[in-house]
């Protein structure tokens, strides 16, 4: 299997560096899990993190968006955001009900004293990786 091609973008870093100590661990452990989702997908060979709306974002080649972010609105939690308008956000809904607190149909909100369920949470990073080629199939293949 070939290794994973990360684009990266210095400023996403400092993104990262400007979170809370606190809260900076949690956001790079959502990032190892996206980057280790993609790399055990043989078909995407490259992965783009950059910004978007000034949040930690990554996007594959026949993948939908995926952003992160912690705001000091709310500081309790952070969240992983898919794009809106996708099928993402309410097939969770339907394949995980009880697994994730869910934000309309953007988004899978986790507290910051929570415990990820990973597996699950990976089941939905793939979906996202690979939504142009899922979208049809029934619950996104997932």
């Not at 978007?52 to 080649?61: D, F, L, Q, R, V």
Request: net charge positive; charged share 30%; hydrophobic share 40%.
């Amino acid at each position: 299997m070939e290794q994973l091609i990360l684009l990266e973008n210095p400023k996403v870093a400092l993104v990262f560096e400007a979170y809370p100590d606190h809260i900076r661990p949690k956001m790079l452990a959502l990032r190892k899990l996206i980057l280790e989702t993609a790399n055990e997908l043989e078909d995407v060979q490259e992965l783009e993190e950059t910004l978007k709306w000034g949040e930690p974002s990554y996007i594959a080649k026949k993948g939908s968006t995926i952003r992160m972010d912690w705001k000091k609105k709310t500081p309790e939690q952070y969240a992983l955001y898919f794009k809106c308008t996708s099928l993402l956000v309410t097939t969770f809904k339907d394949v995980f009900p009880d697994q994730f607190t869910y934000e309309g149909n953007r988004a899978l909100i986790f507290k910051l004293e929570e415990k990820i369920p990973v597996r699950e949470l990976k089941s939905c990073i793939k979906a996202a990786l690979h939504y142009h080629k899922v979208k049809q199939l029934p619950s996104l293949g997932m």
